[in-house]
């Protein structure tokens, strides 16, 4: 179900939204949108549903926008070296914040999982900033005031 709403969205809703927002605003609008989900993953054990699946979906395809076209090679390049090198940290990183968060499951600020999903969250917190200006250099022709 979710393969195909993902599919359906990105042929059919995509490319609308990115024509009226632009891939920078979808970005960060994505962004602010996934922050709220994130605090809500260690609560979603009691959700069920296609629809929850196709929310969460379309927030993180929203945030897949392809740059223009002579940078899409650098720009998949830079992906794979930085996914490989993640790749490579990730199990010994999740499994330290993991044992990290088990230890502190009586704790009074962000308890037990809840302490892995606000680490999570000032990563998109960042990932959010990191698309303002000055950090974020946008050609001219994707400016939009």
């Not at 602010?32 to 993180?60: D, H, K, R």
Request: charged letters at 10%; aromatic letters at 14%; hydrophobic letters at 50%.
């Amino acid at each position: 179900i979710s393969g195909a709403s993902l599919l359906v969205y990105q042929l059919f809703m995509y490319p609308s939204i990115i024509k009226v927002l632009g891939p920078i605003k979808s970005s960060q609008i994505a962004a602010v949108l996934c922050i709220p989900i994130l605090f809500a993953y260690p609560y979603m054990t009691y959700l069920s549903g296609p629809g929850l699946s196709i929310v969460l979906n379309i927030a993180s395809v929203i945030k897949n926008n392809l740059g223009p076209q002579n940078q899409r090679g650098a720009a998949n390049g830079l992906a794979m070296t930085g996914m490989s090198f993640f790749k490579a940290i990730a199990p010994a990183g999740a499994g330290i914040v993991f044992s990290w968060a088990q230890k502190r499951q009586h704790a009074f600020f962000f308890p037990g999982d809840q302490m892995v999903f606000f680490l999570l969250n000032i990563i998109e917190l960042l990932g959010l900033v990191l698309t303002f200006r000055p950090f974020l250099a946008v050609p001219e022709q994707y400016e939009r005031n």
